[in-house]
């Protein structure tokens, strides 16, 4: 399986590179980067570190996108347009920046996935099922803390669970963090908050709390490597996939 990464020299795209590197069955054909960085022109894996993916992509049967919100949407259409499968876990990205990643879902295999850890996956499933046993009753909050670099708030992953919640729940209201004289939690109410500070890679918590007591359903990320394997399955559950929108769910759920 011939793989360019996109971010290559980024913190997850780096360890992406890492992993398919010692792979068997995965080549690494080389990565992409901004214009003036300076990894741009060194050797990675057969190949080296492009600014253009078009320049490459023949040479690839799969995209591996972890680059940024300006460059996700272009290089996936650019995908589609080869007939690559493409992979990304780039969040952040708009209403209509997703929509334009299910168009081009339509010709090829997209597997999407605000965070690829299986860990994560798990919590989705158990604070959906949390959620819907605890009923009205229960206060609930979301709270995320990640590295101080993140240019995004809140994360894919916790933007992930407001949604799950919003559907075991009912509740139609999200609070972004709080300031002043708020008054009391209204009952259909979802509190997030966002924290960022040093190297943090990645922790999720989602509070229930009612009267005498609290539980609290917590993900933490040790290191990128967390992501990066779901990352590799995500590589081969795609190749020769017919086209689609898939998410991590999809990946996990097939046969290994």
């Known amino acids: 399986m011939r793989v360019v990464v996109a971010g290559c020299a980024g913190r997850m795209g780096g360890e992406v590179c890492r992993l398919i590197a010692e792979q068997t069955d995965m080549e690494l054909v080389g990565g ?3 214009k003036g960085h300076k990894a741009v022109g060194s050797k990675l894996g057969s190949g080296a570190v492009g600014t253009d993916l078009s320049a490459m992509i023949a040479n690839a049967d799969v995209v591996a996108d972890f680059s940024n919100v300006e460059a996700t949407v272009a290089n996936c259409r650019l995908a589609a347009a080869s007939g690559k499968a493409f992979i990304s876990g780039v969040t952040g990205l708009s209403a209509v920046q997703m929509k334009e990643l299910h168009d081009c879902a339509r010709q090829i295999p997209v597997v999407y996935a605000p965070s690829f850890s299986v860990g994560v996956s798990v919590l989705c ?49 999200v609070v972004y963090g709080r300031q002043g004289a708020v008054g009391e939690k209204p009952k259909d109410e979802i ?52 086209p689609g929108f898939y998410t991590i769910e999809d990946v996990l759920a097939s046969p290994r």
């Open 125 to 173: 499933k158990l604070v959906a099922e949390a959620a819907s046993r605890l009923g009205p009753d229960y206060d609930v909050e979301v709270i995320e803390t990640h590295h101080r670099m993140k240019k995004d708030a809140p994360s894919g992953t916790a933007a992930r669970l407001v949604d799950i919640l919003k559907a075991s729940t009912g509740r139609t209201g």
């Open 32 to 34: 992409i980067e901004a």
């Open 191 to 242: 509190g997030v908050s966002s924290i960022r500070t040093g190297s943090v890679v990645g922790e999720h918590t989602v509070v229930f709390g009612c009267t005498g007591e609290r539980l609290e359903l917590t993900h933490k990320a040790e290191s990128r490597a967390a992501f990066a394997t779901g990352v590799l399955a995500a590589v081969r559950f795609a190749l020769g996939r017919a």
